[in-house]
């Protein structure tokens, strides 16, 4: 089985990792207060397909340092061959854009700087000092990717991707130093950003009210028909209040509630379901992360700066999770937390690095 074609392949995709994917569009369609439809699933298809194109073209540029570093990789094993390995990441790249054209224009135009940015990493920025800050932007860009081609809209999708494309900068910058180790600089800052992270998580995003928050999993589209059906019954007590008269002629003054609306308590200090799952998903994000980033701030070494960097690409499902839930998508959430023991079990028999 080790020497097989599919393993090798598997190897070279690092398939594993693909289930840290679905979680972008997911959770960018969240941001934008939209439920997963139909576009929704051909972003997800387009980004399994950029992401997969990236991988294979990763190893394909790679191949000479990986031949005296790692040699046991597929490419300089011998197990695929670099013309292989290069077709298939042409051939993934085009299927990616097609998906992505068949979502709308809106889509298309996120995936093509998303599959420029993947091809530019690859090939020419990986080892320069752009490297981390290209890999964050494919990755921001891919979150992009599934508000585009969900609604359209992506302006509300940006803080999302701001601090999912800064959890990938901290992983990247780890990752430059896992074959050799180094200085505990680079794990410790990754550890900092985490911590930095799941304090912003348990925040209310700006512009997400906090009616919306306390439902668990309540869309946007139900908050929306909710508020303005609250808003409708506050507006006809009102009008009705000042219509009708008292029995003696003067005018009846209105209710309490026709004068004054009590604003709802912030999502920051009540308890709601929503935040409580927030919170969760934030915790075990500053978990999955934060433990081997500390392990190799205290032992840079080679072994275990590479479970640092696969700690940090496992830790990006419950990020995204977290980025869904406090959005007020909890179903989404939950949905993308679900991916997080997949990838566990595929990943302990092909590595994510």
Same mark, same amino acid.
């Given at each position: 089985m080790s020497g097989s074609p599919i393993r090798a392949w598997a190897e070279l995709l690092r398939l594993p990792a693909l289930f840290t994917v679905p979680g972008d569009a997911l959770s960018g369609a969240a941001a934008v207060g939209a439920r997963p439809n139909s576009?929704? /699933? @051909?972003?997800?298809?387009?980004?399994?397909? /950029?992401?997969?194109?990236?991988?294979?073209?990763?190893?394909?540029?790679?191949?000479?340092?990986?031949?005296?570093?790692?040699?046991?990789?597929p490419l300089p094993s011998g197990r695929v061959h670099p013309a292989a390995a290069f077709t298939a990441a042409c051939a993934l790249t085009g299927a990616g854009l097609a998906l992505?054209?068949?979502?709308?224009?809106?889509? @298309? #135009? $996120?995936?093509?700087? @998303?599959a420029a940015t993947v091809w530019a990493y690859d090939l020419a920025l990986k080892h320069t000092p752009c490297g981390p800050a290209a890999m964050a932007t494919a990755r921001a860009l891919? /979150? $992009?990717?599934?508000?585009?081609? #969900? #609604?359209g809209r992506t302006r509300a999708a940006l803080p999302s991707a701001a601090l999912l494309g800064t959890h990938t900068l901290a992983v990247t910058v780890v990752s430059r130093q896992e074959t050799k180790g180094g200085s505990p600089l680079a794990p410790l800052a990754a550890l900092t950003t985490t911590a930095l992270l799941s304090r @912003?998580?348990?925040?209310?995003? #700006?512009? $997400?009210?906090?009616?919306r928050l306390?439902?668990?999993?309540l869309g946007d589209a139900d908050w929306m028909a909710t508020t303005a059906a609250g808003r409708r019954s506050v507006m006809s007590g009102s009008l009705l209040a000042i219509a009708e008269p008292a029995a003696d002629g003067r005018e009846r003054p209105g209710p309490t509630h026709a004068r004054r609306i009590t604003p709802p308590r912030s999502a920051d200090s009540a308890w709601s379901p929503g935040r409580a799952l927030t919170t969760a998903l934030a915790a075990t994000y500053a978990a999955t992360a934060g433990r081997p980033y500390f392990h190799a701030t205290l032992n840079p070494s080679p072994p275990l700066t590479q479970r640092a960097v696969g700690g940090g690409i496992r830790a990006t499902i419950p990020l995204q999770a977290a980025l869904?839930?406090?959005?007020?998508?909890?179903?989404?959430a939950l949905l993308i937390a679900g991916l997080a023991p997949l990838g566990r079990r595929f990943g302990r028999k092909v590595s994510v690095t």
């Open positions: 576009r929704t /699933l @051909l972003a997800i298809g387009s980004s399994l397909c /950029l992401y997969e194109a990236g991988m294979a073209l990763n190893d394909w540029a790679d191949r000479a340092e990986d031949a005296a570093e790692r040699p046991h990789r992505a054209a068949r979502a709308g224009r809106p889509a @298309l #135009t $996120v995936a093509v700087p @998303l891919d /979150l $992009v990717l599934g508000a585009a081609a #969900t #609604t @912003l998580l348990a925040h209310r995003p #700006t512009g $997400v009210p906090s009616d306390s439902g668990a999993g869904s839930a406090r959005s007020g998508a909890g179903l989404t």
